[in-house]
């Protein structure tokens, strides 16, 4: 049965707003009243002023405690949350220093950013959901079930376990330090730590491969074991990852790798892959030969050279979900000419490592977000300083400016302002909650020195020039091009295909596109502080061996490798400049 579409609205009625500011400030209520008894709560500096405003009040009851936090807990930034987080870290971890630190109890896992940018990462305790509207949206789309068959791309590696000793000496508690997807993921499914010696010989029920390939710590080994797992099982129905990024680079290296395929499912045997020597005896256990399917993917061909080709391999297949939208959305078409025209790729919705924060609107559009969170969310407009002072509530935002998050959370984190930027376009005609889409990074912005180029601006570039005929963009990334003076903004570009014919005017097109979205750029030129963008090609596979490059050379992992929109550090932009095989 079809679900009909939901149409958002420009104004929000009396009525909804009445309901959501309800619903809203009881939120706070219920998240200021459980953490401020946390170390945290007690003793932060940044909570001083709050807990003399609060002090004899009501928290729960008493209507002045919502204007006590607006006027007395300021934006806080990462830096007032690791000298308590640090504890975690600190030998022996004790029970007793570690209970009640950010949250009540302990946490779940420990969840630690993908750090992008090239910045350290940051680690976050992740604790058990206490209000009953935490969202369910993540949970139901990752959720294994034994009605289908899914490739389930995520990573269950851990970076540390941290033994939690109680007073007797004992270990009360293993702590799992992990990227969040893979928290998330162990979360919804209820994998602890303490028994996965007893899952890494089976495959777990809904799945294709088994539980032990989550454990493969290297890119390009790990999509490999999944695409052989995969391609052996005919019945597959779903494939389920963090970016679309995973499904794309899985079928490149199909296709790169088709013979070595073919001979592995014929015979029954893992073929010799680096970096899978620890968990191979698991995979060898759960792998049977099949020269029928061998024989069936023999007549079909590899991937790359027939249109649609997964549901041919796939007959079952409905759709992909995954995070497909703002950076990642160039990557689509591409899905979408192996997947064919009958399977739904379907965004996941937007979080980040702090907080989830919104689910699709509609199943069917990967750009449409609503609010959807167990946490408190403000919103700072961008055009406007960074104080408690400029905050807005969800109920007083205006359709088309672009603010950012500042999120307060059932972990613990108090007005945590969120380094990414959102444009809102309504609200829900259902419950009055915010409608939007995400913009991008809000330090993933491009600085030259005269003008910024944000992520959504070099967006819009690319998606120009693919429609120009002069070349479709898979992926991207940019830099501050110093080769000549002065300054402007260089890409480089992954194509599908071959350069169009409208090539010679690609930069001045590129051009065009950035002063739409800025006019700033056009002064900057008339005046000779900008030259037009450069525009380079790099080999096909690029982007997919960077992110190879990336875990390996960074000891990332799997889980959460992504390339930036814009490249800061230079052994990055070396890196990708020795790739480059034509100049637009």
């Known amino acids: 049965m079809s679900v009909p579409t939901v149409y958002p609205l420009s104004t929000l009625p009396p009525e909804l707003k009445a309901a959501l500011q309800e619903s809203t400030e009881r939120c706070l209520r219920d998240i200021v009243g459980t953490n ?43 830096g007032c949350y690791s000298p308590f987080i640090a504890n975690f870290f600190r030998r022996p971890c004790k029970q007793s220093e570690l209970e009640n630190l950010l949250a009540p109890g302990l946490p779940v896992f420990i969840a630690k950013s993908s750090a992008t940018t090239g910045n350290k990462p940051k680690l976050f305790p992740k604790y058990p959901r206490q209000r009953p509207t935490t969202p369910p949206a993540f949970s139901k789309l990752v959720h294994l079930t034994s009605s289908g068959k899914a490739v389930h791309l995520f990573s269950l590696a851990l970076r540390d376990v941290l033994d939690i000793i109680g007073d007797d000496g004992e270990v009360v508690k293993k702590l799992p330090v992990c990227f969040g997807s893979s928290g998330a993921v162990r979360s919804v499914e209820n994998w602890s730590v303490e028994t996965d010696n007893t899952r890494m010989g089976a495959t777990m029920p809904g799945c294709v491969s088994p539980w032990a390939t989550g454990f493969i710590t290297h890119y390009r080994p790990f999509l490999l074991i999944q695409a052989l797992f995969a391609l052996s099982d005919p019945t597959v129905d779903r494939f389920i990852m ?11 290296y199909v296709h790169e790798n088709w013979d070595l395929f073919i001979t592995s499912i014929r015979d029954g045997t893992i073929p010799d892959i680096g970096h899978i020597e620890h968990v191979r005896k698991y995979l060898q256990a759960n792998f049977r030969a099949n020269p029928e399917r061998a024989e069936e993917l023999q007549n079909i061909g590899p991937p790359l050279d027939c249109p649609g080709w997964a549901q041919r391999v796939w007959p079952n297949l409905k759709n992909i979900t995954c995070v497909c939208s703002s950076i ?46 167990g946490d408190y969310i403000e919103f700072l407009d961008t055009s406007r300083a960074p104080v408690q002072e400029n905050l807005l509530p969800a109920w007083e935002l205006e359709p088309g400016k672009c603010y950012q998050p500042v999120v307060t959370t059932e972990g613990g984190l108090w007005r945590y302002l969120i380094d990414d930027v959102i444009q809102v376009t309504g609200f829900d005609p259902r419950d009055g909650l915010p409608v939007f889409k995400y913009r991008g990074r809000k330090s993933m912005t ?27 963009v898979q992926e991207f990334t940019a830099v501050a091009d110093s080769r000549e003076l002065p300054q402007t903004v260089g890409f480089f570009i992954e194509i599908i295909g071959d350069i169009g014919r409208g090539a010679t005017a690609a930069r001045q097109k590129a051009f065009e596109a950035l002063v739409r979205a800025n006019e700033d750029h056009q002064r900057s030129f008339d005046a000779g502080q900008l030259r037009l963008p450069t525009i380079r090609v790099v080999k096909p596979g690029t982007f997919a061996e960077y992110r190879q490059w990336r875990g390996e050379t960074t000891n990332l992992g799997v889980g959460q490798i992504k390339v930036p929109a814009v490249m800061f550090n230079e052994d990055q932009q070396e890196w990708i400049a020795e790739r480059v095989i034509a100049e637009l």
């Open 36 to 78: 401020l008894t946390t170390h945290f709560g007690i003793s932060a500096p940044s909570l001083s002023r709050f807990r003399q405003a609060i002090a004899g009040k009501d928290v729960q009851e008493d209507p002045t405690v919502i204007i006590d936090f607006r006027q007395a807990v300021p934006l806080t930034d990462y």
């Open 242 to 252: 963090t970016f679309i990024t995973f499904f794309v680079d899985l079928i490149r």
């Open 328 to 373: 990642f959305a160039t990557l689509v078409s591409k899905a979408r000419s192996i997947t064919g025209p009958n399977v739904l790729i379907h965004n996941t919705g937007y979080g980040c490592t702090e907080s989830p924060i919104g689910r699709m609107l509609n199943v069917d559009d990967i750009d449409l977000l609503v609010l959807e969170t």
């Open 446 to 472: 491009l600085r030259l020195p005269i003008d910024q180029v944000t992520e959504e601006q070099l967006v819009s570039v690319i998606r120009a020039l693919g429609t120009e005929d002069i070349a479709e």
